[in-house]
């Protein structure tokens, strides 16, 4: 089955600096990548996707990159705010037989921005 | 439109006990996905419906686990009997899947804290 890896699993920055996330993916059908941010004690919830035709994909300050031949995608954060500090994770969703519709998550990066 | 709805959103049971979590998706979703969230394992995927029909259950941690989806409004997790290693959050989600086209956006609910002393 797919397996997801994800580092760092903490990361703490500076209000105002980039943050950088990455992801390798194990199932080279997958074709669905989607990034969710969850804070302290509610739901995760999906910031940015992308899917595998693309390559790149941003949305004002969050983009996310995938390189298909490496399997491997990473969300960047400009001009972070502490309102971005929450726990990110990543996931792959399967293309074929059992894993079709099967997103797989990382293990999550603890992002913590400090003003 | 309510979002996937769950409950109940707090739990607190003693070791042995039955407990059953109930989830009702985003009408019109046609998948529904079962997780367990803890710090240790992160979010695992536990069982997933497709029409509700279940797809994969690999994720189950044993027989004393089981779900059920009696139609698309409305799926259940069971536990019997609970341990304290059962302890965590359950969130149920659901997205809308079609043939075999790429999936749409997975949400979730708020989720079910259980805490099985």
């Known amino acids: 089955g797919e397996n997801v890896e994800q580092h760092p699993s903490t990361l703490s920055v500076q209000e105002g600096d980039s943050a950088v996330i990455k992801c390798t993916y194990s199932d080279s059908a997958s074709n669905y990548f989607p990034w969710y941010k969850q804070e302290l004690g509610k739901r995760p919830q999906l910031i940015i996707d992308i899917r595998s035709n693309v390559g790149e994909k941003k949305d004002q300050r969050i983009a996310v990159t995938l390189n298909k031949t490496a399997k491997h995608f990473s969300l960047h954060i400009t001009e972070t705010q502490p309102e971005d500090s929450a726990v990110y994770f990543c996931?792959?969703?399967?293309?074929?037989?059992?894993?079709?519709?099967?997103?797989?998550f990382g293990q999550g990066t603890i992002l913590t921005v400090h003003p | 439109d309510a979002g996937v709805i769950q409950s109940p959103r707090h739990e607190v049971t003693e070791m042995g006990q039955e407990v059953t979590l109930r989830c009702k998706p985003i009408?019109?979703?046609?998948?529904l996905f079962w997780y367990r969230q803890t710090m240790m394992r992160g979010l695992e995927l536990l069982i997933y419906?497709?029409?509700?029909?279940?797809?994969?259950d690999s994720g189950m941690p044993e027989d004393r686990f089981s779900a059920k989806m009696p139609n698309a409004s409305f799926s259940t997790l069971k536990i019997q009997p609970s341990e304290p290693r059962d302890s965590a959050v359950y969130f149920c989600?659901?997205?809308?899947?079609?043939?075999?086209?790429?999936?749409?956006?997975?949400?979730f609910g708020e989720g079910s804290r259980l805490t099985v002393l």
């Open positions: 989600a659901s997205s809308r899947t079609s043939g075999r086209a790429v999936t749409g956006e997975l949400f």
């Open positions: 419906f497709n029409n509700n029909v279940p797809i994969d």
């Open positions: 996931a792959a969703r399967g293309a074929g037989g059992t894993s079709y519709g099967k997103l797989t």
């Open positions: 009408s019109g979703h046609n998948s």
